[in-house]
C-alpha cells in the first residue's frame, strides 16, 4: 500500500513541473513590457530600468525561472496591483468559499447522476433511460451561466423562494467564527442552527447549477458500467440464486459498477474548477474565481496566475486523491503497483 | 507480410456465401418442425456491390433516416449556417443601433425578442451574433484539427522523441481544468478574439493528439504502410498520403464533437469579460449584460441570446453523434 502511494505521488511530480512552467511562461507571454507597466504611465526611463531590475527582468529567463520557484517555494504569489494585497493571502482567504460551493455541487451531481444512471441501465429503453440520456445531453449543452441565471430567476425573482443571488450569507446575518471557513460546518460548530440555514440558502442554487453541468459524466458512465456488469456472470448467479432485486443491484452490481465511475471524476473536477468560475460571477460568490475576474478585468496579471496555479496545483492533487482512491477500493490495482 | 489475401480470387464472396449457407442450416435447425415443412429459404441476397460514392450516400441516408434526432440535427446545423451567412444581411435592424426610449421593451410584434438597455432590437442581435460565436467555434475548431492532428499523427507514426514531447505537453494541458487555462492564456496573450480561437483550440490540444496519436500508431505497421514503404516512398511522403487520410475520419468525428465544448468556451470566456468586447453582438457578452436584469425580472435579455447558445451547443452536440454514426459505424452508442 505505501509502495503504492509512493508512486502515485511520484507519477504527479511531472505533471506538477509541467504547471509550474506553464504559468511561469504565461507572465512572460504578457504582451508589453512588465517594468513598464508596474511604472506606470509617467515613469521616467530610468524609473522602468529600475523596476526592471528590481523585478529581476533584465535577468537570463533560466534566472528568473529560478527566482520564480524560490518564490512559490515560500508561498509567494506577488503581489495584486490593485489592492496592493499580496495575492496568496487573497487566495487563502477565498479559498474555503469556492471549496464548500464546488464539494457541494460535487455531492448534488453525484446525488441526482448515480441514481439517474442505475436506474436508467436496470431498465433500458424505459421513459427513465430516455430521461437520463435527455438529461445528460441537456447537461453538457447548456452554459452554466445560462443555467444559473434561469434558476435565480425562477426561484428568486419568480418564486421567492432563493435569497438575492449576492454572496454566501444574507447581510442581516455574520459570518460564523472560523473553523474551517466551511459556512456550513463553522455554523454546525458555533451551534447557530439560523446561520447554517441562512448559508445553505446561498449554497443550494449555485451548487445546483454546478451540478447539473457536472452531472453528464456521472450519468453516462453510471449507465455504460451498470449495463456491463448487470450483463455479467456473477449477477446472473445471484439473481438465479433468488436473491431480491434490491441486493443484486445494490449490493452486488452497483459496487462493481462505481469503479470505471470514480475514474470520470477526474474528468468532472475539471468540468468543476472551470464552471466554478463562471458561476461565482453569476452568483456574486466570494470564492477564488471571482477574484481573478475581477483581476482579469483590471488587467492585473498577478492575481489570474496564482489562480490559476491554485487551481492546476488542486486539480492534480484531486487527480491524485482519484487514484489513491481507486487503488483503496479496487485491489487488483493495488497488485499491479 | 501482407500475402495472406492474394491466393484467393474472391474473398468478399466467398465469406458471403458461407454466411448465407450457415444462415439457413441455422434457420432449418432452430425452427421447430411444423413449419418447417413449409419453410421456404429466405432469397439469397443478391445485392451487388454498389460503388463507394453510393454506397456512401445510402449510408448516410441510412442513419439519418433512421436517428431522427440525427437528422433533425442536421436540418439546425443548416439553419446555423444559413442565420451565419445571411443574418447580417436580413435582420430587421441594426445590431448596434441604440434607442433609448424602446429600452427595455419586453417581446413585442415590432421586437421579437424585445430590446435591451440601450434599446437595441435582441432580435436581429442574437441573430447577427451567429456568425461571430460560429466563425470562432469553427475556427477554433480547424485549429486544434490542424495542430493536434499534426502532432499527434507524427508522435504515432515516428514514435521515439516525438511522440515524448507531444504525449508530455498534453500531459501538462491535462493537468490544468481547461476554462482555468483558457482564461489564463486569454489573459497573458491579450484580450483578443484570435486568442480565445487560440486558447479553445490549445485546450482541445490533447484529445486530438491522443487520438490521432492512437490510429496513426496502429497503422504504422499496416499492409498498404508496408506495401509504400516497399516502393520505395520516403517516410514523409507515406506519412502524408498514407497515415493521414486514415486518420482524417476519425478527426473529423472528433471535431463535430468538440464544436459544442469549443463555443460553450468562448461564451464563457467573453461572459466574464475576455475577448469579445462590447458593444459587439455575442451570445456570452449578451447573457452577461442581461444577467444584471434577471433580479429585476427583464428575462428577456439574457433569455434569448442564451437560449441561441444552448441550441447551438446542443445541435453540434447530437450532430457529433451523428457524423460518428456515419462515419465510424462501431463506435454508436
Same mark, same amino acid.
Do not use: C, I, M, N
Given at each position: 500500500m505505501g509502495s503504492m502511494l509512493l508512486k502515485r505521488v511520484l507519477a504527479a511530480i511531472p505533471s506538477l513541473i509541467g504547471v509550474v512552467i506553464v504559468t511561469f511562461l504565461l507572465t512572460r507571454a504578457l504582451p508589453g513590457d512588465p517594468a513598464a507597466y508596474f511604472a !506606470? *504611465?509617467?515613469?521616467?526611463k530610468e524609473a522602468i530600468e529600475q523596476i526592471r531590475a528590481t523585478l529581476g527582468l533584465d535577468q537570463p529567463l533560466i534566472i528568473q525561472f529560478f527566482h520564480y520557484v524560490v518564490d512559490l517555494a515560500h508561498g509567494d504569489l506577488g503581489k495584486s496591483l490593485?489592492?496592493?494585497? *499580496?495575492v496568496a493571502e487573497e487566495i487563502r482567504a477565498r479559498l474555503p468559499a469556492s471549496a464548500e460551493l464546488t464539494l457541494l455541487g460535487l455531492i448534488v451531481s453525484m446525488a441526482i447522476a448515480i441514481p439517474l444512471g442505475i436506474m436508467a441501465a436496470t431498465k433500458p429503453g424505459s421513459i427513465i433511460d430516455h430521461t437520463c440520456r435527455i438529461v445528460t445531453t441537456a447537461g453538457v449543452s447548456l452554459p452554466v451561466f445560462f443555467t444559473g441565471l434561469i434558476l435565480v430567476y425562477v426561484? &428568486? &425573482?419568480?418564486? !421567492?423562494?432563493? *435569497?438575492? *443571488?449576492? !454572496?454566501?450569507?444574507?447581510?442581516f446575518y455574520s459570518a460564523p467564527p472560523?473553523?474551517?471557513?466551511f459556512y456550513l460546518i463553522d455554523s454546525l460548530i458555533a451551534r447557530d442552527p439560523e446561520t447554517f440555514v441562512a448559508a445553505l440558502k446561498q449554497l443550494i442554487l449555485p451548487a445546483l447549477t454546478l451540478g447539473i453541468f457536472s452531472l453528464a459524466p456521472i450519468a453516462r458512465m453510471t449507465r455504460a458500467s451498470m449495463l456491463s456488469v448487470l450483463s455479467s456472470d456473477f449477477v446472473r448467479t445471484a439473481r438465479a440464486s433468488g436473491l431480491a432485486p434490491y441486493t443484486v443491484i445494490v449490493t452486488y452490481a452497483f459496487r462493481n459498477a462505481m469503479l470505471p465511475v470514480i475514474t470520470t471524476l477526474g474528468m468532472v473536477f475539471s468540468f468543476l474548477l472551470g464552471a466554478n468560475v463562471l458561476v461565482e460571477k453569476v452568483f456574486a460568490w466570494p470564492g477564488i474565481g471571482s477574484f481573478a475576474v475581477e483581476a482579469l478585468i483590471a488587467s492585473d496579471f498577478a492575481p489570474v496566475q496564482g489562480f490559476v496555479l491554485t487551481m492546476a496545483i488542486l486539480y492534480v492533487a484531486l487527480n491524485l486523491l482519484i487514484d489513491v482512491l481507486y487503488g483503496l477500493i479496487d485491489p487488483r490495482v493495488r497488485l499491479e503497483a | 507480410m501482407s500475402s495472406i489475401a492474394t491466393d484467393r480470387a474472391d474473398p468478399d464472396a466467398a465469406i458471403g456465401a458461407a454466411l448465407v449457407q450457415a444462415a439457413s442450416v441455422t434457420a432449418d435447425t432452430v425452427l421447430p418442425p411444423e413449419p418447417a415443412t413449409t419453410f421456404t429459404p429466405p432469397p439469397? #441476397?443478391?445485392?451487388p456491390r454498389q460503388s463507394g460514392l453510393a454506397a456512401t450516400l445510402s449510408h448516410i441516408r441510412y442513419v439519418l433516416s433512421e436517428n431522427l434526432v440525427t437528422g433533425f440535427a442536421f436540418a439546425l446545423f443548416l439553419l446555423i449556417v444559413l442565420a451565419a451567412v445571411f443574418g447580417p444581411a436580413l435582420?430587421?435592424?441594426? #445590431?448596434?443601433a441604440s434607442d433609448t426610449v424602446a429600452?427595455?421593451? #419586453?417581446?413585442?410584434?415590432?421586437?421579437w425578442f424585445g430590446t435591451d438597455q440601450l434599446g437595441r432590437d435582441i432580435f436581429s442581435r442574437v441573430v447577427v451574433a451567429t456568425r461571430l460565436d460560429f466563425g470562432i467555434a469553427v475556427a477554433s475548431v480547424v485549429l486544434v484539427f490542424l495542430m493536434g492532428g499534426l502532432a499527434g499523427v507524427a508522435a504515432g507514426f515516428y514514435g521515439g522523441w516525438t511522440d515524448r514531447i507531444v504525449g508530455r505537453l498534453a500531459d501538462t494541458i491535462m493537468a490544468f481544468p481547461l476554462f482555468v487555462l483558457a482564461m489564463g492564456i486569454v489573459a497573458a496573450l491579450g484580450n483578443t478574439v484570435q486568442n480565445i480561437v487560440l486558447a479553445t483550440a490549445i485546450v482541445n490540444f490533447p484529445l486530438y493528439a491522443r487520438v490521432a496519436r492512437a490510429e496513426a500508431n496502429v497503422r504504422r505497421e499496416a499492409g498498404f504502410v508496408e506495401a509504400a514503404r516497399l516502393s520505395g516512398n520516403s517516410e514523409f511522403r507515406i506519412v502524408s498520403f498514407q497515415v493521414l487520410p486514415n486518420v482524417f475520419p476519425i478527426l473529423v468525428v472528433q471535431m463535430s464533437l468538440t464544436m459544442g465544448y469549443a463555443i460553450l468556451n468562448a461564451a464563457g470566456l467573453s461572459f466574464i469579460g475576455l475577448g469579445v468586447r462590447p458593444p459587439t453582438a455575442e451570445w456570452g457578452i449578451m447573457v452577461a449584460e442581461g444577467a444584471a436584469f434577471i433580479v429585476s425580472g427583464e428575462w428577456w435579455i439574457a433569455l434569448f441570446p442564451g437560449l441561441a447558445l444552448m441550441i447551438a451547443v446542443f445541435c453540434f452536440n447530437l450532430l457529433g453523434d451523428g457524423v460518428r454514426d456515419i462515419v465510424d459505424p462501431r463506435r454508436r452508442t
Open positions: !506606470g *504611465p509617467a515613469a521616467t490593485t489592492t496592493g494585497q *499580496p426561484f &428568486y &425573482y419568480l418564486l !421567492g423562494w432563493a *435569497p438575492a *443571488p449576492l !454572496g454566501r450569507l444574507d447581510v472560523t473553523v474551517t471557513g | 439469397r #441476397p443478391t445485392a435582420v430587421p435592424y441594426d #445590431p448596434l429600452a427595455l421593451k #419586453p417581446p413585442s410584434a415590432q421586437h
